[in-house]
Nanobody, 121 residues
Framework: QVQFVESGGGLVQSGGSLSLSCAAS????????MGWYRQAPGKERELVAR????????IYEDSVKDRFTISRDNGRKTVYLQMNSLKPDDTAVYYC??????????????WGQGTQVTVSS
């Protein structure tokens, strides 16, 4: 059974940093590109960063470029998101999933519980 467990969120002041982790299970993570998505209140879930299956390439949405860094450890079946220079607009619940690297479409419909990130101004 495919499962994602996100952690590392919290409350931080504007300009601060957080490091998120996503533990994946139920599939061979090294075969898939992975991504971090977020959903703010009243908004649709959006993709913010994706990384190739090997970790050799990554793509960021403009809103987080140069502030967020995605990485992965296939041996630990874990994907990370380092978030620096956080802004109030980054406030959201953050999720991970395997995805199609070209389109960004998530691979599975079963999402984890997510981890809440709240940035105060």
């Amino acid at each position: 059974q495919v499962q994602f467990v996100e952690s590392g969120g919290g409350l931080v002041q504007s300009g601060g940093s957080l490091s998120l982790s996503c533990a994946a299970s139920g599939f061979t993570i090294g075969v898939y590109a992975m991504g971090w998505y977020r959903q703010a209140p009243g908004k649709e879930r959006e993709l913010v960063a994706r990384i190739s299956n090997s970790g050799g390439s990554a793509i960021y949405e403009d809103s987080v470029k140069d502030r967020f860094t995605i990485s992965r450890d296939n041996g630990r079946k874990t994907v990370y998101l380092q978030m620096n220079s956080l802004k109030p607009d980054d406030t959201a619940v953050y999720y991970c999933n395997a995805l199609n690297y070209r389109t960004g479409s998530p691979m599975w419909n079963n999402w984890g519980q997510g981890t809440q990130v709240t940035v105060s101004s």
